[in-house]
C-alpha cells in the first residue's frame, strides 16, 4: 500500500547550482548526499517534512554521472525538469507485485538498491500516463551516511 | 516558508480515465473535483498523506477545459505527464514577495485562486532549474465542497 509522496526526482546539468538554487531561493537544506553507480547519478536528497505514515518527503536532485546514464539521456531530450516521482510503501516488492498483476510494467525483476539504502523499482511511464512513477521502502535505519 | 510539498500536478487528455488509473492501481481515491474557468482546467485531487505541518500533499490530476488554456498548450507539446510541482506555505503573499527579491520571476502579481479556495502563483520554470513550481497557502477551512 502506498502512503506517502516519498519525493519528487528533479534531474538537472549542475547539482551544485541546483542545490544552491534550492537553499538559497527556498532555504531547503541538504539532508543527505550520495552517488549511485548503477544509476549513474549524483545526487542531493532535500528534506521538505515528515509524513503520517513515519516517513518523509523529498527533492531528490540528479546529475548524471555518465553520458550512458538513463538521466543524462533524458537530459539531453527533454532539459532540466521533474524526471520521476516517487511513493512510500512499506512493502516495496508486494506493491510491486500487485501492480504487475494488473498490466503495468515494472522496470525491475526485484527492486534495487536505492537513496539512503532504500529499496526501490520503476514503473513504466508509458503504463502510467506519462508518468515515470517510482516505488520506495525505506531502509529500516532510515539515518543518512552524509 | 516553504513547509511541505502541497501537490504534484499532472497533465492528463482524459480526466476521468487517469483517475480510474490511479485509483485502480495505486487505490487512491478522489478527495474533491473542481473546474477552474480562469486556468482552464478540470481538476482531480488525490490525497496521499498528512503533513507534518498540519496539511496534506495530493496529486492534482489536470484535463484542460479548452484549447487555449495552458495545460493544453502544454499537453500539445510534451504529451501526458508532470507539469508542475507545489510547495504550501502559510503565508503566499510574503513567500511570494521574498522570492520575487532574489530575481525569480513570479507570474502573478497577485495570488490567485486555486484548488479548494487556496491562494496560490507561479515561478517561471526558466528561473527554477526547469521545474514550474507553484506556491499555495491552503484556505482557512480545506473542507473540500465536493
Known sequence: ????????????????????????????????????????????????????????????????????STVAKWLAKNGEGVHHIAFGTADVDADAADIRGKGVRVLYDEPRRGSMGSRITFLHPKDCHGVLTELVTSAPDESPEH
Chains 1, 2 share one sequence.
Not at 34 to 52: D, P, W, Y
Open 1 to 68: 500500500m502506498l502512503t506517502r509522496i516519498d519525493h519528487i526526482g528533479i534531474a538537472c546539468h549542475d547539482l551544485d547550482a541546483t542545490v544552491e538554487f534550492y537553499q538559497a531561493t527556498y532555504g531547503f537544506e541538504v539532508f543527505h548526499t550520495e552517488t549511485n553507480q548503477e544509476q549513474g547519478v549524483r545526487e542531493a536528497m532535500l528534506k521538505i517534512n515528515e509524513t503520517s505514515d513515519g516517513g518523509a518527503s523529498y527533492l531528490q536532485l540528479l546529475e548524471p554521472t555518465r553520458e550512458d
